[in-house]
């Protein structure tokens, strides 16, 4: 056999070695491909729906609770004043 014929045949043995080697790790790989394509994804989906749903509810009521905390204070001082005034009638 030649130089080249020599390198050749390593080559190959090497090739097939690399290969069978890699077998595994390719089947592993397009295992976390389904399970995330079939598993994470789609809960991660609705996760996210449900986050950003909430969000816009919060985000869309944040100015309503503003003007309720103000109007809840003035219906406190109301009450105290009207409470001081039947005090002093009674």
Request: hydrophobic fraction near 35%.
């Amino acid at each position: 056999m030649t130089d080249n014929e020599l390198l050749l045949a390593i080559s190959d043995m090497l090739d097939k070695k690399l290969n069978s080697e890699l077998a595994p790790i390719r089947n592993d790989i397009t295992s976390i491909k389904l399970t995330l394509e079939n598993n994470v994804l789609p809960r991660l989906q609705n996760i996210e729906s449900c986050y950003t749903s909430t969000y816009e509810r919060y985000k869309n009521e944040a100015d309503s609770i503003d003007g309720m905390k103000e109007d809840i204070a003035l219906l406190k001082k109301v009450v105290r004043e009207h409470s001081a005034k039947l005090e002093k009638v009674s």
